[in-house]
T-cell receptor, first 116, second 113 residues
Framework: DAGITQSPRYKITETGRQVTLMCHQT?????MFWYRQDLGHGLRLIYY???????DKGEVPDGYVVSRSKTENFPLTLESATRSQTSVYFC???????????????FGEGSRLTVL | AQSVTQPDIHITVSEGASLELRCNYS??????LFWYVQSPGQGLQLLLK??????LVQGIKGFEAEFKRSQSSFNLRKPSVHWSDAAEYFC???????????FGDGTTLTVKP
């Protein structure tokens, strides 16, 4: 089914462990984004990517690593998870085509991460 | 850098009543403006967007929004709220030449029967 999918949807881990959240989109959108959502903070941008092999920091990048070797995938890795990284993580994508650059974001359903 | 303010954290309205959710932005030029809705346990879905032209834009589910340049506002309205409209609403802005969007902190809408 076409769209944007995130996995896992739920994850419990321990402090210090590495965790990778996966994001896959089937639209060949050039832009992909990772946000975290916390009560009282709305959505905060962690990292984004304008195309394969191009990534850039967002508002809260510390403690996270991303890569984008293929257009359709944009994994987010927490190299050493901390309790403050307990959150709901959303992946999103949008087109970057000229003439359609007003494009809205399409969101995955989120990955709820708990760090004990 | 651009910023977005949604002054109301939580709004409660009765079913059938009208609704207005406020959004103010700070940016030197007119950015692209968006409203998204998030139902519990779900991702965000676009309600409507403005990028140029008519300042009153229509969206899905009977929502509309009006861009007012003089007030740097993009308020969301609905004439008659339905119980299924209970959700969290986010305003977002993106400069025309930028890759990333900035979101407000959201407004939670509760609908009373």
């Amino acid at each position: 089914d076409a769209g944007i999918t995130q996995s896992p949807r739920y994850k419990i881990t321990e402090t210090g462990r590495q965790v990778t959240l996966m994001c896959h989109q089937t639209w060949s959108h050039s832009y992909m984004f990772w946000y975290r959502q916390d009560l009282g903070h709305g959505l905060r941008l962690i990292y984004y990517s304008a195309a394969a092999d191009i990534t850039d920091k967002g508002e809260v990048p510390d403690g996270y690593v991303v890569s984008r070797s293929k257009t359709e995938n944009f994994p987010l890795t927490l190299e050493s998870a901390t309790r403050s990284q307990t959150s709901v993580y959303f992946c999103a994508s949008r087109t970057g085509l000229a003439g359609t650059n007003t494009g809205e974001l399409f969101f995955g359903e989120g990955s709820r991460l708990t760090v004990l | 850098a651009q910023s977005v303010t949604q002054p109301d954290i939580h709004i409660t309205v009765s079913e059938g009543a009208s609704l207005e959710l406020r959004c103010n932005y700070s940016y030197g030029a007119t950015p692209y403006l968006f409203w998204y809705v998030q139902s519990p346990g779900q991702g965000l879905q676009l309600l409507l967007k403005y990028f140029s032209g008519d300042t009153l834009v229509q969206g899905i589910k009977g929502f509309e929004a009006e861009f007012k340049r003089s007030q740097s506002s993009f308020n969301l309205r609905k004439p008659s709220v339905h119980w299924s409209d209970a959700a969290e609403y986010f305003c977002a802005v993106r400069p025309a030449n930028a890759g990333k969007s900035t979101f407000g902190d959201g407004t939670t809408l509760t609908v009373k029967p």
